[in-house]
């Protein structure tokens, strides 16, 4: 957690919108709330909301994939904590890379909100937890909302300078 430099999380116009979240049910509590916080901000926004929940975070993307054909965004969200063996590296490794091709493949935003932390203290502290520093379950759903507005906007602009109708 950096601490700085976040661009702010003010709920953005998506209205018509949907958004499909996905969390993983290993630390629930914190991934509870977390889903909790994505809905809101969905709502908050103007957007309906479908959920799912996969056992982890190494299913994520799958559900993520399926979600992306469906919705206009998607939202995954889970905590891997590091602990003694490379099993910490592979996990981040696949969800990351998984989920960012579902994104590129799609043409549609698929927000990363797997916390990736050495402790659980710092998980706890990026969950949105009452004290927490960061909201990632909130602030990863509005991030996501608003690149399908700037993707709309470049869609949008592109038409009018050819001469199509938007």
């Known amino acids: 957690m950096a601490g700085f430099g976040e661009p702010g999380s003010t709920p953005v116009d998506a ?13 629930g ?11 809101a901000a969905a709502r908050a926004c103007g957007a309906r909301v479908v959920v799912a929940r996969v056992a982890g975070s190494v299913e994520l993307p799958v559900v993520a994939q399926a979600m992306a054909r469906r919705c206009d965004v998607v939202v995954a969200l889970g905590v891997v904590v590091r602990g003694a063996t490379a099993h910490f590296d592979y996990v981040c490794r696949s969800v990351t890379d998984g989920l960012t091709r579902i994104a590129l ?21 990026r969950a949105g937890l009452p004290g927490s520093a960061e909201d990632k379950g909130w602030s990863s759903t509005v991030a996501a909302l608003d ?7 470049v869609a949008a602009s592109a038409n009018q300078r050819l001469g199509f109708a938007t």
């Open 29 to 39: 509590e914190l991934t509870d709330n977390m889903l909790d916080r994505a809905v």
């Open 15 to 27: 209205s018509g919108m949907t958004v499909g979240v996905v969390a993983a049910r290993w630390h």
């Open 147 to 153: 690149a399908a507005l700037a993707l709309r906007q």
């Open 105 to 125: 493949d799609e043409g549609k935003p698929v927000a990363h909100g797997v916390l990736t932390v050495d402790t659980i203290e710092q998980a706890r502290d």
